[in-house]
């Protein structure tokens, strides 16, 4: 099983400015990695946001393109920075001040699962990661960015919409809206990585559908909103996190029966925001 470090599926004609992506939802483990992991083949995906390429995957049809990868999540981290390695897992790295992603145990190369659970018996080397890193990390930030590009050129502003699944309990002691709790969070950095006006147009998009809302808590964003969201320069990123018990078997990694309706009703929502980018003149620079 060979993994691709991203495929990018271009609309037959560019319509919008948006960009979708989908870093964790990749699912070609290989074997040496699962033979050597002290988890099993279902534990090992907990930490995956198994099918949410599959919920974008008509994005394409709205004129916009859909970036994925088959990297697995525990097996490198496309949502961190190149140089968050852990001292606890990579014999070499050094600890760079306080990183609690690092410290959790969930930098580049993750040393656990969800649920703190370890990933490995031992160590590893320094070149292993390195390895990883520039074979599927790198190439995958490149692709991002270059396709980022080709839509700033083309509309004068791009918007990158950074998909993701959270766990249910997740939402455990957020504030819930109306009794309602939110099944959707946008992240934007708390303002930082997109205009107003863009997550205004994003949440309305979900809303409109009948989905519960929230932003920023618990979930603002991690090193994609923060790397790319430039609204200042009219690149803005968003990062979407949706509930997994929606439409799929948390414990078993598998969909539900509700999965091919919810994919319909998605497909409809990132038409919508698709729809955002289809305008030429810039958004506005905050």
């Known amino acids: 099983m060979s993994l691709s470090a991203f495929d990018l599926i271009r609309p037959a004609q ?28 279902t534990a090992i995906r907990s930490s995956e946001d198994a099918f949410v390429d599959q919920l974008f995957a008509s994005v394409p049809d709205a004129g916009a393109p859909l970036l994925t990868t088959s990297v697995p999540r525990a097996f490198l981290d496309l949502n961190r920075s190149p140089d968050e390695l852990d001292p606890s897992l990579i014999l070499g790295a050094r600890g760079r001040g306080q990183n609690p992603r690092v410290a959790s145990g969930l930098g580049v190369i993750p040393r656990v699962v969800a649920n703190g659970r370890a990933i490995y018996a031992g160590k590893m080397p320094m070149k292993v990661a390195h390895h990883r890193i520039e074979t599927y990390w ?34 455990d002691g957020v504030p ?18 997109a205009s107003r006006e863009v997550v205004d147009r994003v949440e309305a998009a979900f809303t409109g559908a009948g989905l519960a809302v929230t932003r920023n808590a618990p979930f603002a964003g991690a090193y ?17 996190e949706i509930d997994r018990s929606i439409y799929m078997d948390e414990r078993r990694v598998e969909p539900n029966a509700h999965f091919d309706q919810f994919r319909m009703l998605m497909g409809k929502v990132a038409a919508e925001i698709a729809a955002i980018g289809y305008d030429r003149m810039p958004l506005a620079a905050e």
Do not use: K, N
């Open 224 to 240: 994609v909103t923060q790397a790319y969201g430039r609204p200042s320069r009219r690149q803005h990123a968003v990062q979407v």
């Open 14 to 41: 560019l319509l919008s400015s948006v960009v979708f992506a989908s870093p964790h939802s990749g699912r070609c483990y290989p074997p040496d990695f699962v033979r050597d992991s002290l988890l099993d083949e």
């Open 176 to 193: 819930r809206a109306g009794g309602r709790c939110p099944e959707i969070v946008l992240g934007d950095r708390f303002g930082a990585a």
């Open 138 to 171: 790198r190439p995958y930030h490149a692709a991002l960015q270059r396709t980022l590009d080709e839509a700033h050129r083309a509309f004068g502003h791009a918007i990158l919409i950074d998909c993701h699944s959270m766990p249910h309990e997740a939402m």
